[in-house]
């Protein structure tokens, strides 16, 4: 190699290393200016993770907890613990178990009503007062002013009008066969029973 290579090789080298230098200069100069800002960015970078973290970490106990507590609701719904649990920690979870407790409860309200109406249903056709009395004992049976109008006319085709009468005095004045039952009532009294 010639000099004048070397000499054009080390002012290439001197350059890039000057290059470097000014650009590391500007760094300093930019760190320094700004050395409170980076600071500042850095130690919210810092809490914003830790935060992050800890919030997912509060969040999957919460939840496991909701989770267990539901689970407990399962198989045991009238545990008050873990219902109160629930309604903290998972409002959407709370939210079904109520639901499946009113489904539930809506479903045994619909089988009393359904059983009452088989129960109707196998009496209608009949004239058998003792099959009508054992309905009327029922308290849950929602069609008893039927079934009380049923039995007196029963009791007045079979002559005991006294008794039809007084039967009729248990159907309420609000219900949708009071009219019918004051018609009877009427013609009872106008047949003779008192």
């Given at each position: 190699m010639s000099i004048?290579?070397?000499?054009?090789?080390?002012?290439?080298?001197?350059g890039t290393q000057e290059e470097f230098l000014s650009g590391f200069l500007?760094?300093?100069?930019?760190?320094?200016?700004?050395?409170n800002y980076i600071y500042?960015?850095?130690?919210?970078?810092?809490?914003?993770?830790?935060?992050?973290?800890?919030?997912?970490?509060?969040?999957d106990k919460n939840k496991l907890k909701a989770n267990e507590a539901y689970n407990k609701l399962l198989s045991n719904p009238n545990d008050k613990e873990a219902l109160f649990i629930l309604q903290d920690l998972n409002?959407?979870?709370?939210?079904?178990?109520?639901?499946?407790?009113?489904?539930k409860s809506?479903?045994?309200?619909?089988?009393?009503?359904?059983?009452?109406?088989?129960?109707f249903q196998?009496?209608?056709?009949?004239?058998?007062?003792?099959e009508i009395n054992k309905i009327l004992q029922d308290n849950n049976f929602l069609l008893k002013d039927y079934v009380i109008f049923k039995?007196?006319?029963?009791?007045?085709?079979?002559?005991?009008l006294k008794q039809a009468k007084d039967s009729l005095k248990f159907i309420a004045k609000e219900s949708p066969i009071a009219e019918l039952s004051n018609i009877l009532?009427?013609?009872?009294?106008?047949?003779g029973a008192k």
């Open positions: 004048k290579e070397n000499m054009n090789f080390i002012k290439r080298e001197i500007k760094v300093e100069k930019y760190y320094k200016k700004y050395k500042l960015l850095s130690v919210v970078a810092v809490i914003a993770i830790i935060s992050t973290i800890s919030i997912n970490y509060i969040n409002k959407k979870l709370y939210d079904i178990i109520s639901y499946k407790k009113n489904q809506s479903m045994n309200d619909d089988l009393i009503y359904l059983k009452g109406l088989i129960s196998n009496i209608k056709d009949q004239d058998n007062i003792d039995k007196a006319l029963i009791l007045t085709k079979q002559g005991k009532n009427h013609h009872l009294s106008a047949n």
